[in-house]
């Protein structure tokens, strides 16, 4: 299924890339990278070589520096990437497997319910078809492993993707954080401005922890905002 092509969490910017690295943990350069592509010049010992890469998320070209870029559907692709990455996947080689995935999920794969369900298998046929020996197959089998007859995505991956809920056209439309142990903190295109809330109570994380920071008690600020102290504790401890 297809976006609508006016969908807000497609089109409208709501993270800067420093939002983004915080939220995600993902270093400010890779996500610029992410977001838009990269050029390099490479020396050899007999020629000089420019080597490129493409935009992998969704981004939007901002009028001034600082500005918002990552529509929500940009953050829910840079997350994803971000899961791929702890897997141990060399970024610089994950290319032909996302090319594959947009060729055989969908467009904005990465932030489709579809993958979820149907990505592994997708990328054992593209580590099949591109031979054993082949770095692009190595890149996918390393993201996936057999199990009950079947492939699934490695769990460090399977824990990420768990952490994403869709609506009903298969695509992101919440994500929980899981740096957080205790605080159920979400990024919601719809509450919050897509800022970090917390789940239950819709109230921001930056609005509860700023009487934290200015003296007020836990027990004063879960009366006022609705959220447990336990939860406070965590998302207060998380942001030092």
């Known amino acids: 299924m297809r976006p609508a092509k006016r969908d807000e969490r497609f089109t409208v910017p709501l993270y800067t890339l420093a939002e983004a690295s915080t939220y995600l943990r993902v270093p400010q350069t890779t996500l610029r990278t992410w977001a838009d592509g990269y050029e390099q010049r490479r020396h050899d010992r007999t020629e000089e070589r420019t080597v490129s890469g493409l935009p992998i998320i ?7 520096r600082g500005h918002a870029r990552l529509p929500f559907i940009g953050i829910a692709e840079a997350y994803v990437l971000n899961a791929f990455r702890r897997s141990g996947v060399p970024m610089q080689r994950i290319r032909p497997s996302l090319d594959w995935l947009v060729q055989h ?7 489709s319910k579809d993958l979820y369900t149907d990505g592994a298998e997708v990328l054992w046929q593209f580590a099949q ?3 054993e ?3 692009d197959g190595s890149v996918a089998r390393h ?3 057999p199990r009950s007859g079947q492939y699934v995505f490695k769990d460090v991956v399977k824990h990420y993707l768990k952490q994403i809920s869709f609506s009903d056209d298969n695509y992101a439309n919440l994500i929980r954080l899981p740096q957080f142990e205790h605080a159920n903190v979400v990024l919601d295109p719809q509450r919050g401005r897509g800022q970090p809330v917390f789940g239950n109570s819709g109230v921001r994380v930056s609005d509860a922890l700023g009487p934290l920071h ?4 836990f027990d004063a600020v879960s009366e006022d905002y609705g959220v447990p102290v336990g ?3 965590d998302a207060l401890e998380l942001s030092a």
Do not use: M
């Open 58 to 64: 969704t981004s939007i070209k901002a009028s001034q």
């Open 105 to 111: 999920v969908g467009p904005h794969a990465l932030a």
């Open 129 to 131: 078809q591109t031979g």
């Open 133 to 135: 020996d082949s770095p």
């Open 143 to 145: 993201l996936i492993v």
């Open 214 to 217: 200015a003296g007020e008690s």
């Open 231 to 233: 939860e406070l504790r």
